[in-house]
Structures are given as C-alpha cells and as structure tokens.
C-alpha cells in the first residue's frame, strides 16, 4: 500500500513536472490543490442527472439552501451513472475541487433518486443512495428560513444508527455533509436551527429540520421550542 502511495505520488510530481504551470493565477490553483497543513472547509457539488423529477430538482434547491456555504450548484444536466461509473464524476469533482456530493437522478427502476458521496485523495470513499417520498418544500412553510452561515444541531433518533454498521456510516456522512465549517465554541444564542434524522424500519430515514426559538424559563437555561420548516 505504501509503494501504491508513493508511486502515485510520484506520478503527481512527474505530471506537474511536465506541464508546469505558467501563470500566476495557474501556479496558485496547483498551490491550493497540494497537501495543507491546516485543510480547508470540505466543498460539496449539488448536480442533477440526465432526467430528474420536479421533487428531486426541490430537494436538491432546498438541500442547497440548507448547505449553500462551501457549496457548488451545478446547472446542467450530467449523464452519469455514479453506481456503474464513477470515474466521469470524479473528474467534475477534482476539476471543481470539491470532495462531497449530492447528485439527484428520476428513472423508472429509481424513482425521485438521491445519491450522497464522498471521496478521498481523488478516490470514491462513500455512496448513500435514497429514494424521496413524502417531501415538503421550505417554501411550504411560514416560518423564518434559514439564515446563511449558520450551523445546525443534527439529532439523530433511533438505535438502528448504534446497532448496523450501515446505519453509522451515514450517520457519519450527514455529520460530515452538514458540517459546513470547523468551530471551536458554541453559543447558545447562535443556535438557530435543528436537523433531525429518525431512522426506521425497513430502512427509512426521516429528516426534518426546525427553527428553534428560546424563551425566558425563569432560570439561567432557557425555554426551548422547536418549529418544523421542513420535511
């Protein structure tokens, strides 16, 4: 595994050796593309298949609401088949780099289709893949949106995240998703909205998302509510 490391890594050089960059604005790209000592914010890709749905081209704009920073909307439509094909994606990934993606799709065999993934050092890591029903618009909802920046708290209900192995790995790729950026505290006044995920029973998983609203308790925790603004 090392000598595969070290080849590749050598295979970089020798490609970067070869077409060397000649401009500023091209030495700079390649900069930002190598190693860092402090990584940056994770950048997700938002794309749409060769056919989708009305209720996937939703959720793909609300999903894009919800993580619009660090984020990437795609407008065109991609013939790809990420379960048959990976590598087309990956290029559009690395050419945008960006390391996450939601790429929505509608077919006969796979109706109002999601599929979630993640790569790592230019290598698929990660592929969910969930078909939509029941889907609510934020539109659809009177309540405040969600403002730019801020960080939701993610709830995550149910045993069948601790008791499947599957189960944990998109409970870890959801943290990761919507973790839009690295923080070191957390003030409670900034907390603004909640995500939950509920998983059931043949493999279903619910999400909603609330705004949260706190009122005077009368002690130093505050009252808490929670206001569904979508599903």
């Given at each position: 595994q090392r000598r595969v490391r070290a080849a590749a890594d050598t295979e970089k050089a020798l490609q970067?050796?070869?077409?060397?960059?000649?401009?500023?604005?091209?030495?700079?790209?390649?900069?930002?593309?190598?190693?860092?000592?402090?990584?940056?914010?994770?950048?997700?890709?938002?794309?749409k298949g060769a056919k989708t749905s009305g209720m996937v081209n939703d959720v793909l704009a609300d999903m894009y609401k919800i993580r619009r920073q660090n984020t990437v909307m795609m407008a065109k439509a991609n013939?790809?088949?990420?379960?048959?094909?990976?590598?087309?994606?990956?290029?559009?990934?690395?050419?945008?780099?960006?390391?996450?993606?939601?790429?929505?799709?509608?077919?006969?065999?796979?109706?109002?289709?999601?599929?979630?993934?993640?790569?790592?050092?230019?290598?698929?890591?990660?592929?969910?893949e969930f078909g939509v029903t029941g889907f609510k618009k934020l539109c659809q909802f009177k309540q405040p949106k969600i403002p730019l920046g801020a960080k939701p708290c993610l709830i995550f209900n149910g045993d069948m995240f601790e008791r499947y192995p599957e189960w944990g790995v998109v409970q870890n790729y959801l943290c990761d998703f919507?973790?839009?950026?690295?923080?070191?505290?957390?003030?409670?006044?900034?907390?603004?909205?909640?995500?939950?995920?509920?998983?059931?029973?043949?493999?279903?998983?619910?999400?909603?998302?609330?705004?949260?609203?706190?009122?005077?308790?009368?002690?130093?925790?505050?009252?808490?509510?929670?206001?569904?603004?979508?599903?």
């Open positions: 970067k050796a070869v077409n060397p960059a000649k401009t500023r604005k091209g030495k700079k790209i390649l900069l930002a593309k190598e190693p860092q000592i402090i990584e940056n914010d994770k950048q997700t890709m938002i794309l013939p790809f088949l990420p379960f048959e094909d990976t590598q087309p994606l990956l290029d559009l990934l690395a050419k945008k780099d960006t390391s996450m993606f939601l790429f929505g799709s509608h077919n006969k065999k796979r109706p109002h289709n999601l599929v979630f993934g993640r790569t790592y050092d230019g290598q698929m890591l990660d592929m969910l919507f973790n839009t950026t690295k923080t070191s505290s957390i003030n409670l006044q900034g907390l603004e909205y909640v995500l939950s995920f509920t998983a059931c029973e043949p493999n279903i998983l619910m999400m909603r998302s609330y705004e949260v609203n706190m009122k005077k308790s009368g002690t130093s925790a505050p009252y808490v509510e929670l206001d569904e603004i979508g599903n």
